[in-house]
C-alpha cells in the first residue's frame, strides 16, 4: 500500500520540526540577569545601612610603613629617623621629586631595620603597639619622646570575574571589598553578585567567608573592609560557566544533533520521492 502523499509530507514536517525543537533547546542557555547590587535597599530615599568599625591593623610580611621619632629637642631625636629619601614609588625606577622619610618595608622574619635601635619585630603588632614599643626604647635616651608609625601601603589581590583583575597597592587603612573591585573596574556581566569570596591569612591561619554584594549586610560583615595580602574572587554565574562547557560538550551536542538532522532530512526526501512515485 502506498502512504498518501500529503500524510507523507506532514509527517516529514512533523519530523523537521522536532528536530528543530530539540536543536533550539539543547542550545539554549539559562539567562541569569542578576546584576543588581544591593537589591533589599528600602524603597525609601534615604536611610541607615547597618555597619562595622575596620579591625585594628595588624603588620605583615612586606608591608610598607613609616616611622617619625621627634621630641622638645629635635636634635636629640635625629639620629633615630631614617635619613630622606627620594618620594619613588617602592617597586617603581626611582625619579627626582620632593624627600620625605625613608620607609620601612618589614621583611620576611616580620622585622624592620631602623638606625640605632637595630632590628625590631612588629609582625601581628598593631600600629599603636609599635609606637609604643619603639617609645619605650627611645625613651631610655631621650625624655618624653613622640612616635608615630604610619602603614604607607599593603597589597591585596583581585581576581575572577572582575574587568581587570590585579594586584592592588593600597595607600590608606580603610579599603573595602567595594573599594577593590571598583580599582579593577566593577564585575563583568558574568560574575556572580552573591559570589565574592575574600580569602584572609593572618599569619597563623587561612580563613574565607562569602560575600554577597546584593544584600546590605555586606557592610556589617567583618570581611568588607580588606586587610594585607587578602585574595578577592569572584565567582563565574551560570551563564559564564555554560559558555565554557560549550566549547567542550555542547560542540558534541551539535555534531550528533547535525548528524541527525541530515538523516532526517534523508529520509523524509526518501519518503517524499516514494510517494510521488
Request: proline share 4%; aromatic share 6%.
Amino acid at each position: 500500500m502506498v502512504p498518501n502523499r500529503s500524510n507523507v509530507v506532514r509527517l516529514a514536517s512533523w519530523l523537521m520540526a522536532v528536530v528543530l525543537v530539540m536543536v533550539v533547546m539543547s542550545c539554549s542557555t539559562t539567562k541569569d540577569n542578576n546584576l543588581a547590587y544591593f537589591k533589599n535597599l528600602p524603597d525609601a530615599v534615604t536611610g541607615q545601612l547597618p555597619a562595622t568599625t575596620p579591625a585594628q591593623v595588624r603588620l605583615q610580611v612586606d608591608d610598607e610603613i613609616a616611622v617619625t621619632i621627634s621630641s622638645s629637642a629635635p636634635e636629640a631625636t635625629a639620629i633615630f629617623n631614617a635619613p630622606l629619601a627620594n618620594s619613588s614609588v617602592r617597586g617603581d625606577v626611582a625619579v627626582q621629586g620632593n624627600p620625605k622619610l625613608q620607609s620601612h618595608i618589614v621583611d620576611r622574619d616580620g622585622n624592620i631595620e631602623m638606625p640605632v635601635l637595630g632590628k625590631i619585630n612588629v609582625q601581628g603588632k598593631t600600629i599603636t603597639e609599635v609606637e609604643q614599643m619603639i617609645h619605650d626604647r627611645v625613651a631610655a635616651t631621650v625624655r618624653d619622646p613622640y612616635v608615630n608609625v604610619q602603614l604607607l601601603s599593603f597589597y591585596v589581590n583581585v581576581m575572577g570575574e572582575v574587568k581587570e583583575p590585579q594586584r592592588i597597592r593600597v595607600d590608606k587603612q580603610q579599603f573595602s571589598v567595594l573599594d577593590a573591585l571598583a580599582s579593577c573596574g566593577d564585575l563583568t556581566e558574568y560574575g556572580q553578585r552573591d559570589g565574592v569570596v575574600v580569602i584572609r591569612n593572618d599569619g597563623t591561619q587561612t580563613t574565607y567567608h562569602q560575600l554577597n554584594l546584593a544584600d546590605t549586610q555586606l557592610f556589617s560583615s567583618p570581611y568588607f573592609y580588606l586587610q594585607q595580602n587578602d585574595v578577592v574572587y569572584v565567582a563565574p554565574n551560570r551563564i559564564r560557566i555554560d559558555n565554557s562547557k560549550y566549547n567542550q560538550h555542547n560542540a558534541f551536542k551539535l555534531s550528533v544533533i547535525s548528524t541527525v538532522v541530515s538523516a532526517v532530512s534523508v529520509i523524509a526526501s526518501l519518503v517524499i520521492a516514494l510517494a510521488v512515485k
